[in-house]
């Protein structure tokens, strides 16, 4: 994919050929030194530039920690724009890619981080292990640049065990992608029981949702995106998001930009049409007429009053 992420040709990627397209395509320079492949599990370690993506994860399950640098990225797992997640990621952030995945990704920024790729089997052995009834019907999630204490220890212990080569590596490899899976199927298990059992959002939860929205007004990314910040369904998350708000998540995301157009108006000598991008509008004529039905005025009208 072009850096600018304008070239949609769709790669196929592989545990094998990964590292390659790093390097000739995603213009990675990757550390030979971590670089490892055991049966099922392999490790690289590479400084990323902006890049771009579009593909598909065919036979493995892809973790990305961050070990330096700062990164603004922009992630896809589904089949358009209402699943886009908008995130900064950060050094010891960690970026997880279920295989089968058609994955649509952009980064801004360069840093170094540490790949490690699982075999897809050794998450359908896990969860066929300790799933209970039909394994299938677990799907994982991907998540995006999430911080995570007991995923970020095994990670660290994978990269060590790169570097040393000591006896029994692919034994111990195999163990550590093992762990690894089961604690991102027990992670979902509990996610999910967690969402059956109450369909409301905690306090800590609705920041988390009202900080992403604030953090890009013009890159939401959708109401997919929202629900995903907190392991719901686009239905359940709508009714306990206006239960908790008496505002749908568009009606507030919209009050929400029509306050930051106000502020822009009164504190800037940015052109209408700047704000209308800046805010999230889809063009300045939506941004007009959504203002003017609110306050009674257009935007320019009420620049000029305000100020006189």
């Not at 099922?40 to 370690?45: D, T």
């Not at 897809?120 to 677990?138: I, M, R, S, W």
Request: hydrophobic share 40%; proline share 3%; charged share 25%.
């Amino acid at each position: 994919m072009e850096k600018d992420g304008t070239d949609m040709t769709e790669h196929i990627l592989t545990r094998s050929n990964m590292v390659q397209w790093m390097q000739t395509e995603g213009g990675a320079e990757v550390d030979r030194l971590p670089c490892r492949n055991w049966r099922n599990l392999n490790v690289a370690v590479a400084e990323q530039p902006d890049a771009g993506f579009n593909g598909k994860l065919s036979d493995f399950h892809l973790l990305e920690f961050h070990l330096a640098g700062n990164q603004r990225s922009k992630l896809s797992t589904g089949e358009g724009k209402e699943d886009r997640v908008t995130s900064n990621l950060l050094p010891t952030s960690i970026t997880y890619i279920p295989s089968q995945a058609t994955v649509t990704h952009t980064v801004e920024g360069s840093a170094t981080i540490q790949q490690v790729y699982i075999d897809a089997n050794v998450f359908e052995e896990t969860k066929a292990a300790v799933v209970p009834g039909d394994p299938d019907t677990l799907q994982l999630i991907a998540f995006h640049g999430r911080f995570d204490p007991l995923l970020k220890s095994l990670l660290g212990r994978v990269l060590d065990e790169a570097r040393i080569g000591a006896i029994g590596g692919e034994l111990f490899a195999d163990t550590l992608a093992q762990q690894i899976a089961l604690q991102l199927i027990r992670d979902r298990i509990n996610g999910r029981a967690k969402k059956q059992t109450s369909s409301a959002l905690s306090d800590g939860e609705i920041k988390c949702v009202i900080d992403f929205m604030e953090t890009d007004m013009a890159d939401v990314g959708g109401l997919q995106a929202l629900a995903v910040l907190v392991d719901m369904d686009t239905f359940t998350f709508s009714r306990a998001f206006k239960a908790k708000t008496g505002q749908t998540p568009h009606q507030f995301l919209i009050e929400r930009r029509l306050m930051r157009v106000k502020d822009m108006l009164l504190h800037s000598n940015e052109r209408l049409v700047d704000i209308t991008y800046a805010t999230g509008f889809s063009n300045q004529a939506h941004m007009t007429t959504t203002f003017s039905k609110q306050y009674g005025m257009p935007p320019g009208a009420w620049r000029k009053m305000v100020r006189s």
